[in-house]
C-alpha cells in the first residue's frame, strides 16, 4: 500500500508542472500576436508614408484659382472652346393644350477643356476632384441657356441651411470641366388641334451660348457612345419611362443648327420630342356616351305616332344632353380658329338628333289632319254668283277686294295649300317613321365610315411628317 500522504505529493508535482507548461505557451503566443500586429504597423506605414506629400482639394483650388492669374471672364482658349452637351431626361411631369407648353426635369451635362486648370503635375490625391457650384462661380463658363424656354430653374437642396443648389462641378487633372445642372424646364410647344383628339403634338427647346458666337464657343452634342454591354448612348437620354396620362412619347431627337444673329453665328442645339395623345379617355367620355344620346333618339320612332308628348320629351332631352356634354369639352381646350375633329362630331350627332325632332314634327301634323270627326278648316267660303255692284272678292271681303274674273267662271274660289311631292302625301305616319327608322341609322353609319377613316389617315400622315428623319446639322433657313 501507498501511504496516503506519498499521493497527494505526487498530484501536487503534476499540478505544478502543468501550469508551467501552459504559461510558457501564452508566453509564446502573445510573441507572435505582437509580432504579428508589428507587421501590420510597418506595412500600413509603408503605404501611408507615399501619400503624405499629395496635394488635396482645397490645396489645388487654391493654388489654380489664386496667385496664377486666372481670369474667368477670359476665355481658356484664343482659338475657341468645344462645348460638349448631353442631356438626362428624369420626368416630364405636364403638357397642357391651354398655354401650349410641357413642363420636365432634366440633368444638363456640360464638359469642356480648360488648360488653366490643369493640376495633374500638382500631384493631387484624388484622380478628380468633386466640387461645389461655390467654386464653379469662380470658373469661366459658356452662360448657356435655353432660349426659347418660359421657365428655367436649377432645383435646390430640400434640407439646406445655406444656398445649395442642384449643381455637380467635377475637374480633371487635364484640365477638363464637366458641369451637370438638374433642372425643371417649361417649353413651348407647336400645338396642331385640327385632328383632335386623334392628334400628334411636337415640343421642342433651343440650347445655346447666350455670351460667345461659335468662334469663341462651338456648341455640340455629345458623340454617340457604347457602354459596357454594347449599347449605343445617344447624346438624349431617358434616365426612366416616361408616362403621361394623356400622350406617349414616340420620338425625341436632337440636331445642330446654325443661327445667324447680328453678333454673328450662334451654334444653337435643337432638343425635340414628338408625343401622339390617348383618345381613349375621349372615346369614353365624349363619344360613346355620343352614340347612346343618338340611339335613344331613334327609340322615338317605335314609340309610334300617337305619342307626341313622350317623343318631344324624348328628343329634346337627347339635345340638351348632346349640348352640354359638347360645352364640357370645348371648357378645357384652347379657343381656335379652326374646325377641329371633335367638333366635327358633335355637331354632325346633334344634326341627327335635330332631324329626328323634325321627323317628329312631320308625324304630328300627319297625325292631326287625319284625327277622326274633326272638320277641315277651310279658307274661302263659296261665293255667290249674284253679284250687285262689284266682282267678287276673298271670303266675305267681297266689297272690298275686287278680282277681275269672269263672274260667269266663278262658282266658288279657294286658295291652293302647298302640296306635299308627289306620292308623299298620302303616306301615313307610321309609314314615315318606319322609313327613318331605317334611314337614320343607315345615313349614321355612313357618316361614321367616312369619319374614322379620314381622321385615322389624317393621323398617320401627321405622324409621319413629325416624325420624318431630320439632318442633325445643318444652317437655318
Excluded at 445642330?256 to 379617355?281: C, N, S, T
Excluded at 254668283?385 to 276673298?394: N, R
Excluded at 301615313?428 to 379620314?454: C, G, H, Q, R, V
Aim: net charge neutral; with cysteine.
Amino acid at each position: 500500500m501507498i501511504p496516503r500522504g506519498f499521493f497527494l505529493l505526487f498530484l501536487l508535482l503534476i499540478s505544478v508542472s502543468t501550469s508551467s507548461a501552459l504559461r510558457i505557451d501564452e508566453d509564446y503566443s502573445l510573441k507572435d500576436s505582437e509580432d504579428e500586429a508589428e507587421t501590420t504597423r510597418t506595412t500600413r506605414t509603408e503605404q501611408v508614408t507615399p501619400r503624405r506629400n499629395c496635394s488635396r482639394d482645397i490645396q489645388i483650388i487654391d493654388k489654380l484659382l489664386n496667385g496664377t492669374g486666372y481670369n474667368k471672364f477670359r476665355i481658356p482658349t484664343d482659338e475657341g472652346v468645344t462645348v460638349t452637351v448631353e442631356f438626362w431626361i428624369q420626368a416630364i411631369t405636364t403638357i397642357d393644350e391651354i398655354t401650349n407648353d410641357f413642363e420636365m426635369d432634366i440633368y444638363i451635362n456640360e464638359m469642356w477643356l480648360d488648360p488653366a486648370l490643369y493640376f495633374d503635375h500638382l500631384n493631387p490625391c484624388k484622380q478628380n476632384l468633386s466640387l461645389n457650384h461655390q467654386v464653379l462661380e469662380r470658373l469661366w463658363t459658356p452662360n448657356s441657356c435655353f432660349i426659347n424656354s418660359k421657365i428655367a430653374q436649377i432645383h435646390d437642396s430640400p434640407f439646406k441651411l445655406v444656398d445649395k443648389l442642384n449643381i455637380f462641378l467635377m475637374l480633371y487633372p487635364n484640365g477638363t470641366v464637366w458641369v451637370n445642372y438638374r433642372t425643371r424646364v417649361k417649353g413651348p410647344c407647336q400645338m396642331d388641334l385640327s385632328n383632335f383628339p386623334m392628334d400628334v403634338q411636337k415640343c421642342n427647346l433651343i440650347y445655346e451660348s447666350f455670351n460667345y458666337n461659335n468662334q469663341e464657343v462651338q456648341m455640340n452634342w455629345a458623340a454617340d457612345t457604347f457602354d459596357d454591354k454594347g449599347n449605343m448612348v445617344a447624346p438624349i437620354q431617358l434616365l426612366s419611362q416616361i408616362v403621361l396620362p394623356d400622350y406617349d412619347l414616340i420620338q425625341y431627337t436632337a440636331r445642330k443648327l446654325q443661327e445667324p444673329y447680328p453678333a454673328g453665328m450662334w451654334d444653337e442645339l435643337h432638343f425635340e420630342l414628338v408625343f401622339e395623345r390617348r383618345y381613349i379617355w375621349y372615346f369614353m367620355q365624349a363619344y360613346l356616351p355620343t352614340y347612346l344620346t343618338i340611339f335613344i333618339s331613334w327609340v322615338s320612332f317605335s314609340l309610334g305616332p300617337r305619342a307626341i308628348p313622350a317623343r318631344t320629351m324624348l328628343g329634346v332631352n337627347a339635345l340638351l344632353a348632346m349640348i352640354f356634354q359638347f360645352g364640357n369639352i370645348m371648357r378645357n381646350l384652347p379657343r381656335v380658329s379652326y374646325i377641329k375633329a371633335i367638333d366635327v362630331w358633335m355637331l354632325v350627332s346633334m344634326t341627327f338628333i335635330f332631324c329626328s325632332l323634325l321627323e317628329l314634327a312631320i308625324v304630328g301634323f300627319k297625325v292631326k289632319d287625319e284625327q277622326p270627326g274633326k272638320k277641315k278648316h277651310t279658307i274661302c267660303k263659296k261665293v255667290e254668283t249674284a253679284f250687285e255692284s262689284s266682282p267678287p272678292g276673298l271670303c266675305r271681303y267681297d266689297e272690298r277686294y275686287m278680282l277681275p274674273l269672269d263672274r260667269k267662271s266663278i262658282g266658288s274660289y279657294r286658295i291652293p295649300l302647298p302640296k306635299w311631292p308627289p306620292g308623299c302625301a298620302s303616306w301615313p305616319p307610321e309609314k314615315i317613321d318606319k322609313i327613318a327608322s331605317m334611314l337614320f341609322p343607315t345615313l349614321f353609319a355612313l357618316f361614321n365610315i367616312i369619319y374614322w377613316s379620314y381622321y385615322t389617315q389624317r393621323k398617320m400622315e401627321q405622324r409621319m411628317n413629325l416624325t420624318a428623319p431630320i439632318p442633325p446639322t445643318g444652317s437655318a433657313v
